[in-house]
């Protein structure tokens, strides 16, 4: 396949920065499709650590071009940070003229709301996400040609008319033209050079033959179409979303890998069917310190594998191939669960119920498999897996009817198994 998309095919935090930098290591192009800096993707290269929130995880790549597509909505002053925490002198980036900017008014009304809201908030990452695509489907969005264009002054300051009316519906202090103006003109000038029409050149490269990456964040779960609605995200993380947020044909991509987190995890709000109440069996997970959010500073929620999940996911946004990660932290476990249906008043179903009221209600069907004491932090190859650990591969297999085509042992890009090279 030349043309694939990742995805997370649960709550995000599947460990997809990994995967696609891994895969990364074989692309041309590496493009970002939806979502902004609620994303937190963690890529570890020759042990040096970088967190990514907005730009791709292929920059770490000396020869990859990385694209930052339509369907995102970025904060110029995030993304600014990140490039220079990067000191890349090489690095490539092309930022579309058709995504959106996240304007220090979308994380003042986005706070607002979630106050405003009380024990029913989102508890959304606060990144201003939400207001930003909101802005875009009510066409008083701020685009990326008109931020580092000429009439950004006149443009902002017809939408801050419009917001400092918001504010006086939320009771927030009015947002102030210049102020804003002085330092986003800024961030304006360091970015143009960077700004063009993505599409065009994707097509371009991919009627070429070149590789190309595309690289979701959060998760189906998420997925402002077809996740636990409203306990989502505002953009869609799913395959079926590249071809419009990129801007190419729908069968110009060829595949999607799906992340699947060897069990489940959840950040913010929302039901989760596989809930973990065992108190031993959290502490498990959380000694690791891989389910600490440095976002919130808080733990994730971890959960039994769902493939319920998993077979929704590939059932609305279709998946070619799995990744599944942190195989290594279920060492040490002496049961493992597995969630192959649910009970929803008596009966037996395999869906996720639209309503989350309903969803609340599902209660797990698992089976259980032994697990493994081996540590396999180390290993090279599939056969060198403990049989226990090779079963619950089997499983996932069984249960979705999707391939695995590589899982992961830690952090480290080294510590990727191919189990077959598909790109
Ligand atoms: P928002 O994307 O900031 O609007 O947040 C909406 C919901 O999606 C909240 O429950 C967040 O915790 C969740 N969310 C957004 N981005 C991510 C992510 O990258 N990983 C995990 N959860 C996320």
């Known amino acids: 396949m030349k043309t694939i998309v990742v995805i997370g095919t649960a709550w995000g935090d599947e ?36 967190l990514f929130q907005l730009l791709p995880s292929g920059v770490v790549n000396q020869k990859t071009t990385n694209l930052m597509t339509n369907g995102m909505v970025i904060d110029p002053k995030g993304l600014i940070e990140e490039l220079d925490e990067l000191k890349n002198p090489n690095l490539k980036l092309f930022i579309s003229n058709r995504a959106h900017v996240v304007m220090p008014y979308h994380l003042a009304i986005e706070h607002a709301n979630e106050l405003r809201k009380g024990k029913d908030k989102l508890a959304t990452t606060g990144h201003g996400i939400g207001p930003t695509y909101s ?31 918001e504010a006086d519906k939320l009771g927030i202090p009015h947002f102030n033209v210049d102020e804003i103006y002085d330092e986003y003109k800024h961030y304006a000038q360091r970015l143009r050079p960077h700004v063009i029409d993505t599409s065009i050149y994707l097509n371009e490269q991919i009627e070429k033959g070149k590789k190309v990456l595309f690289e979701g964040a959060q998760g189906v779960m998420l997925c402002i179409e077809n996740g636990t609605y409203p306990f989502v995200t505002s953009s869609s993380p799913t395959a079926a979303a590249v071809p419009l947020y990129t801007g190419i044909a729908p069968w110009l991509l060829e595949g999607a890998v799906g992340v699947v987190k060897a069990y489940a995890t959840r950040e913010g709000a929302g039901p989760m069917p596989t809930l973990i109440t065992d108190e031993d069996i959290n502490k498990h997970f959380h000694k690791t310190k891989v389910e600490y ?26 998946l070619t191939y799995l990744a599944v990660t942190v195989l290594d ?49 180390q290993i090279k190859s599939y056969e060198e897996l403990p049989e226990n650990a090779k079963i619950y591969l089997e499983k996932i297999e069984k249960y979705t009817g999707v391939k695995i085509g590589l899982f992961s042992v830690g952090p480290a890009r080294e510590q990727t198994i191919i189990v077959e090279d598909f790109f």
Request: some cysteine; glycine content about 10%; hydrophobic content about 35%.
């Open 15 to 50: 460990g997809k920065g990994k995967i696609t930098d891994f895969l990364a290591s074989k692309a041309d192009i590496v493009a970002r499709f939806q979502g902004g800096n609620n994303a937190g993707h963690t890529v570890i290269v020759d042990g040096e650590y970088h």
């Open 135 to 165: 802005d875009k489907a009510n066409r008083i969005g701020l685009r990326m040609d008109a931020f580092v264009g000429p009439n950004f002054k006149e443009e902002l300051t017809k939408i801050i008319n419009l917001k400092n009316i």
């Open 293 to 318: 959010e440095p976002r919130t500073g808080t733990y994730r929620r971890v959960g039994w594998l769902d493939t319920v999940i998993l077979r929704h996911a590939k059932r609305v946004s279709g």
């Open 329 to 377: 932290i279920l060492s040490g476990l002496d049961e493992l669960k597995i969630c192959i249906s649910y009970t929803l008043d008596g009966k037996v179903i395999d869906y996720i119920p639209a309503d989350t009221n309903e969803y609340r209600k599902v209660k797990p069907n698992f089976i259980t498999l032994r697990g493994w004491s081996e540590d396999i932090s």
